[in-house]
């Protein structure tokens, strides 16, 4: 099973020159090769291939000499990640792979292999033992190290290792109550097929004072200014708090889901149609749906557990989820609302999570699970303390 922990590093000075010098270097064999494949392709219709950029490296290096003083097998590893960019952009998961700026929020680049790990330090090639702090022993064999630099100044590397032990197999035979579907929203953060709520907490939203106030001061400051980069520092620090709170927030959030529940269903968002809405635009970056469907998704792939995504198409909000009515209008400020066949009473992220979660019934059954109605325990924990 593949495991990712990220660890704080602490490296000397001398040690973080050298560390620019290979962000550095990832950097500029990214781009390149995407420049030149991009170029290759306008003037002949050739596609190049990985294997033909990854060989075009030796080359490059006779170019620029300074390459040299980067790990060469991280300078391939980025060819690799722009490998992914591309396949991603083929997929439509992600925007046609752009150059990487020299001042983006975050740089990065990875190591993948001959990373050593002691017991508090760290081994990267072209940089040395780096000091770092390890909460508990890496396990398992190391795959790759992903070595980082955020805007505030801190290193980070994350290692992940695989423990060579296979991932559980999900459960092919389910009871109803086994899966469990949300409904992503602003009013809650989501809304459970049970009709439990998680509310919205808002991180940006309620640090926008300070932030506003740690920006305009930031404007004030002269061009250059040590004044001017420390107080850069501070939007960048006041940034990371909430990016921190964010992820901490939705990492417990989406372990308790996959970790309670045998499966879990979630409707694809059209969240680029939703951007449109310049009033709702702020608020919906701000619960960073995207991130969290991902972190539930692998916490549910690393535990053995079903993830099912449903077609973003499928109306969960007008259908009727006890008699399939689809209704023709639903205003967003409809919070509550009577259905005018069946007559029943609806609070709408309800309806909708119980909607999402019969279509994802039919989606494990055509994947050829069975989900039986009969009331099972549901929970983990039940199931634990049943044994
Ligand atoms: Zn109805």
Not at 11 to 20: C, D, G, K, V
Not at 68 to 91: M, P, R, T, W
Not at 363 to 373: D, I
Request: proline share 3%; net charge positive.
């Amino acid at each position: 099973m593949l495991k990712a922990i990220k660890i704080r590093i602490y490296p000397a000075e001398e040690q973080r020159t050298r560390l620019s010098i290979q962000f550095g270097c990832a950097r500029f064999v990214y781009n390149n090769a995407l420049e030149y494949k991009q170029t290759v392709y306008k003037e002949t219709g050739q596609n190049v291939s990985f294997h033909n950029l990854i060989t075009r490296l030796t080359q490059l290096k006779e170019e620029f000499p300074w390459l040299g003083e980067a790990d060469s097998q991280a300078l391939q590893q980025s060819i690799l990640h722009l490998k992914n960019a591309y396949v991603n952009f083929f997929e439509k998961r992600a925007m046609f792979p752009k150059k990487k700026k020299k001042h983006s929020r975050k740089q990065s680049f990875q190591y993948p292999q001959r990373v050593k790990i002691d017991s508090d330090k760290i081994y990267l090639p072209k940089v040395g033992w780096v000091e770092a702090i390890l909460h508990r022993p890496i396990e398992g064999m190391i795959k790759t190290v992903t070595v980082s630099l955020t805007p505030t100044g801190k290193y980070f590397a994350s290692i992940l290792t695989d423990d060579g032990i296979a991932v559980p197999e999900p459960l092919k035979d389910l009871h109803e109550e086994d899966v469990e579907a949300v409904d992503l929203g602003l009013e809650s953060f989501y809304t459970d097929s049970n009709g439990g709520k998680i509310a919205n907490p808002r991180f940006l939203k309620r640090a926008a004072n300070n932030l506003r106030k740690k920006q305009q001061s930031l404007s004030k400051k002269m061009k250059g200014s040590s004044k001017r980069n420390k107080a850069r520092m501070q939007v960048a620090k006041a940034h990371e708090k909430v990016a921190n709170a964010r992820s901490d927030f939705q990492h417990k959030l989406s372990y308790h889901l996959a970790g309670e529940n045998q499966a879990v269903g979630m409707e694809g968002l059209r969240v680029k149609n939703m951007l449109k809405n310049r009033r709702l635009a702020k608020a919906i970056g701000d619960a960073a749906w995207g991130g969290f469907m991902n972190k539930v998704g692998y916490k549910c792939l690393r535990l053995g557990k079903r993830f099912v995504k449903i077609d973003t198409f499928y109306p969960s909000s007008k259908t009727c989820s006890q008699c399939t009515n689809i209704m023709d209008e639903l205003p967003l400020n409809v919070r509550v609302w009577t259905c005018p066949v069946c007559k029943s009473f609806h609070d709408r992220d309800h309806n909708a999570a119980m909607n999402i979660k019969h279509q994802t019934i039919l989606e494990l059954k055509a994947a050829g699970c069975t989900v039986s109605a009969r009331r099972g325990l549901r929970k983990t924990s039940e199931l634990e303390a049943a044994a």
